[in-house]
């Protein structure tokens, strides 16, 4: 997510300096863009309490999971025990 948050704004300023948008308008942007990304971080936690987390990864074992695929695919006239 970094990455892409960076090179979003990294591409928002050089769009914004090739259209000769003034420095301080740029920075006045990115700082409001940075508040809010800080306000979004402090407010989470208490706005995500009340969802219900849906475990959708967490029974996923990708070693166990490969090791099947990789059984399957070397025997092909052998079924894995489900």
């Known amino acids: 997510m970094n990455f892409g948050a960076n090179g979003l ?4 300023i050089i769009a ?6 003034a420095p301080s308008v740029i920075g006045l942007l990115e ?15 208490t706005v995500s309490r009340p969802i219900r987390r849906i ?3 967490s029974k996923v074992d990708p ?4 090791g ?3 059984g399957e695919a ?3 006239g052998q079924s ?3």
């Open 74 to 76: 070397s025997e092909p």
């Open 55 to 57: 475990p959708l990864l």
């Open 9 to 12: 704004l990294l591409t928002l």
């Open 31 to 45: 700082t409001g863009l940075a508040a809010g990304m800080l306000v979004g971080a402090a407010v989470l936690p």
């Open 63 to 66: 070693v166990e999971d490969l």
């Open 68 to 70: 099947a695929a990789v």
């Open 16 to 21: 914004l300096q090739q259209r000769a948008v």
């Open 80 to 82: 894995t025990p489900s």
